[in-house]
Nanobody, 129 residues
Framework: RVQLVESGGGTVQSGGSLRLSCEVS????????MGWFRQFEGKEREEVGR??????????QYPDSVKGRFTVSRDAATGTVYLQMNSLTQEDTAMYYC????????????????????WGQGTQVIISS
């Protein structure tokens, strides 16, 4: 069973940047979509980006609030997935999660958070004023 571990969260001042990492273990191969989500306290998870096995990022599900600021990338050799976040604001304060889709299913065929089969434990991001 694939296991995901996020890292890179922390506290950063408004206007700063963070790069989150999602390490993948126990994967047979890298033939699956990976997604990044965030969850504000008391709210449902919100997708902020996903990426296909070939390294093509897909931003069709992400909110306008992160457009142009968040970038998803993938290391083909290790399977590690990254979320680069720039120009951070206090509205970005949340718990961030990575998720893996079913093997062989690319991002266009996954609908919403429910379509992802495995989740990491999350990493907290806090943006201070």
């Amino acid at each position: 069973r694939v296991q995901l571990v996020e890292s890179g969260g922390g506290t950063v001042q408004s206007g700063g940047s963070l790069r989150l990492s999602c390490e993948v273990s126990n994967a047979v191969d890298n033939d699956y979509c990976m997604g990044w989500f965030r969850q504000f306290e008391g709210k449902e998870r919100e997708e902020v980006g996903r990426i296909d096995p070939d390294g093509t990022p897909r931003y069709t599900q992400y909110p306008d609030s992160v457009k142009g600021r968040f970038t998803v990338s993938r290391d083909a050799a290790t399977g590690t997935v990254y979320l680069q976040m720039n120009s951070l604001t206090q509205e970005d304060t949340a718990m961030y999660y990575c998720a893996a889709g079913p093997i062989g299913r690319w991002c266009a065929f996954i609908s919403g958070a429910a379509g992802f089969r495995a989740w990491g434990q999350g990493t907290q991001v806090i943006i201070s004023s």
